[in-house]
Structures are given as C-alpha cells and as structure tokens.
C-alpha cells in the first residue's frame, strides 16, 4: 500500500493544476487532457491492477479500500469529470478482473500500462449494440452507445451487447476510431469535460475472446451495484471542496460572524460528515469480504442517497448564503455546482432507496442496535 499512497500524494500536489484546467475549460466540452496525463504520470492508470497483476489493488482489494476512497475524493474535489473518466476506467479494470480469464486480464494491463484510457459504454442509443450474424472469425456486431463518457479520449471500451438469443455480454474492444465518435443526446450544462457523445458500430467482426465473462455478468450482483461507491466518494470530494470554498468566500466577505451564515455553516458541517460516515461504510462493505451480497448492495444503496441528499442540500445552502457571487461564472463555486448538480443525478434514485431500505427491514441486524 505504500506504493499508493505515495501516488495519492502526488496526485494531491496537483490538485491545483486540475482544478484551474477545470476552471479555464468551464463549460466548453473539453476533456481534461492534463489531468488523464497527471493520472499517467502518477501511475494511477495501472494502480487498479491487483497486486499479482504489477498493480496496487485500487478497487479491486480490500486492503486499499480507504486508500481508493482517499484518491476517489481527491479527484472529485479537484473536477469531477476526471473522477468520472476515472471511475469507469476502475469500473472497467474491476469487470475484467472478477469476470475475465487471466490472459484477458494481463492484456488489458499492457493496454493500460501504455497509456490506454479505458470507457465503460452500456447506455444504450436509438440502435442498441447487437449481435447481427455470426462469422467465421466470431460475430458480426452493429449499434450504438450513447451517452459514452470520453468518446474520442478512451482508447478501448468495455460495452454492453445484446446477443441473438436476447442475452447480454460484456465485450472489449477498441475505440480508436474517430469517426466513430459524434453527438450524443445534447450537451449536458455541468460535468463537459467528461466529452460525453456517441460511439457508433457499423458491422465490425470480434472474437469470442473479446466477450468478458458469460451471459448476464455485467448485471450480477453485488459487483454491479456495489461500484455505485466511487462515485459517491468522489460527489463526496466535490461537496468537500464546495465547503472549503464557501466558508473561505464568507471569511473574505467579513460574514463569518453572522449569525444566519454561522447556521449554513453548522448545517453544511454536519451534512458533510453524514456523507463522509456514509461513503466510509460504503467503501469498507463493497471493498471488503465480510458481508453477504444483499448487505453490501443495501448499504452502498443507502450511502448514494445519503451523499445526493447531502450534497442538493449543501448546494442549495452555499447558493443562499453567497447570494449571485455563487453564480459568477468565474467563481468555482458555479462549476462544481454545475458539475456536482449533473453528477448526482444517477439513476433509478428513488428504486435504490425503496429496496435498500425493505432489505434493511426484512434483515434485522443491518438495523437493531445494542439493547
């Protein structure tokens, strides 16, 4: 772990670059090239790799799991389209280790380990990705993905594929090719940087042995839901760096003293360490070994809506008390509110907490306290 630790820290040294090229790109759809070249040079790229694999287990070993959250909030407090370039980029490494043969894996790491960004595309666009006809070679695949996070950035992808007998596979492939690239949905007002558009196969032949894992992975549980973490360590950075702003903003302003202000900070205080409480339990049960499935996917649950609720309200608060300095454009508070405000719209919100809260009813000891 003292390997990564000490790429943390590096990373943290250049906390300032990151965010001032946050700053400087605003709302323009541009990715953040020196920080995916900050992550190269830090050797965090590869630091996902287990340890067997020249790596350092960021998210795929228990042993970093606080290490990994520290590094999530890192990113996420410096521009969160960083963090969401990646976290997919971790997401996709973990797939490949849980699901994928050791070969797979080692080739991924070479890929990797010469500077290869990597995307997770599953959302799927008017012509979802799909297997057209078999070939000699393997099988013949048409469609697209969209929105895809670092389309013209990400050198290979993991994506989701629905094959002839209606089931779905992860494939692997190369996303090189750039007019394969275009416009997504619509341009989103917060979180450009992560270049989110279109990524279009038009009959391109792979190999079964580009097919991470079988049927139906991707889905599984609680590998799945359990990643849902990292992006909420990394909202949590965000919501972290907001604060710091705010009350330095409000001592610059001579309103420290404020009794009405003195009430947004105590709120934004205890908002903050609610998520913090949260995201750390997270961390811990997804990363660990110690919990059944349902445990780890209800508790990653709970932690997602605690992070969202606490950063809306924290948000909001900031907003109240800066009044329209909180919207100035060059204010950073107006770009990680941007960002933040995007970022925490993941999805099915209200399903998550539904059926995380019925499997904390229904089992007892995620709830009983010492009598």
Same mark, same amino acid.
């Given at each position: ?69 520290? *590094? ?59 297997? *057209? ?42 996303a090189d090719e750039a007019s394969s690239c275009g416009a997504g949905h619509g341009s989103l007002s917060g979180m450009a940087g992560s270049v989110s558009g279109k ?67 105590g709120k934004i205080l205890i908002a903050t360490e609610t998520a913090r409480f949260w995201v750390r339990k997270a961390a811990l049960a997804a990363e660990g070994t ?6 780890? *996917? ?16 924290i948000m909001q608060t900031v907003q109240r008390g800066l009044g329209l300095s909180a919207f100035i454009m060059s204010n950073p508070i107006d770009r990680i509110v ?34």
């Amino acid at each position: 772990m003292d390997r990564l630790e000490k790429r943390l820290e590096k990373l943290i040294s250049r906390h300032s670059d990151i965010e001032a090229e946050a700053d400087a790109n605003g709302m323009a759809a541009i990715p953040p090239s020196l920080g995916l070249q900050i992550l190269r040079e830090t050797g965090l790229l590869v630091a996902p790799f287990p340890t067997d694999c020249a790596g350092d287990g960021l998210g795929t070993d228990p042993n970093a799991a606080m290490l990994t959250e520290r *590094v999530f909030r890192a990113l996420g407090a410096a521009n969160l389209s960083l963090a969401r370039l990646f976290e997919a980029h971790v997401n996709v490494i973990k797939l490949v280790t849980v699901y994928g043969s050791d070969r797979q894996l080692t080739q991924l790491m070479q890929r990797v380990a010469g500077g290869s960004i990597l995307g997770l595309w599953v959302t799927d666009f008017a012509d979802p990705l799909h297997v *057209v006809s078999a070939a000699d070679e393997g099988v013949i695949i048409s469609g697209c993905k969209a929105p895809a996070s670092g389309v013209g950035v990400v050198r290979d992808a993991l994506m989701t594929v629905a094959m002839v007998d209606g089931s779905t596979r992860m494939l692997l492939c190369s996303a090189d090719e750039a007019s394969s690239c275009g416009a997504g949905h619509g341009s989103l007002s917060g979180m450009a940087g992560s270049v989110s558009g279109k990524f279009k196969i038009d009959h391109q032949t792979v190999a079964e042995t580009d097919f991470i894992g079988t049927a139906g992975d991707y889905l599984r549980e609680p590998v799945f839901s359990s990643g849902a973490w990292r992006s909420s360590a990394a909202a949590l950075g965000a919501i972290e760096r907001l604060m710091t702003l705010f009350f330095t903003q409000l001592k610059a302003r001579g309103r420290g003293s404020n009794s009405h202000q003195l009430i947004r900070v105590g709120k934004i205080l205890i908002a903050t360490e609610t998520a913090r409480f949260w995201v750390r339990k997270a961390a811990l049960a997804a990363e660990g070994t110690d919990l059944n499935d349902g445990d780890v *996917v209800a508790t990653v649950g709970l932690a997602r809506t605690a992070v969202e609720e606490a950063g809306l309200a924290i948000m909001q608060t900031v907003q109240r008390g800066l009044g329209l300095s909180a919207f100035i454009m060059s204010n950073p508070i107006d770009r990680i509110v941007r960002d933040l405000s995007t970022y925490l719209r993941q999805p099915a919100p209200d399903d998550v907490l539904t059926e995380a809260a019925a499997y904390c009813l229904a089992h007892e000891h995620m709830w009983e306290g010492i009598s």
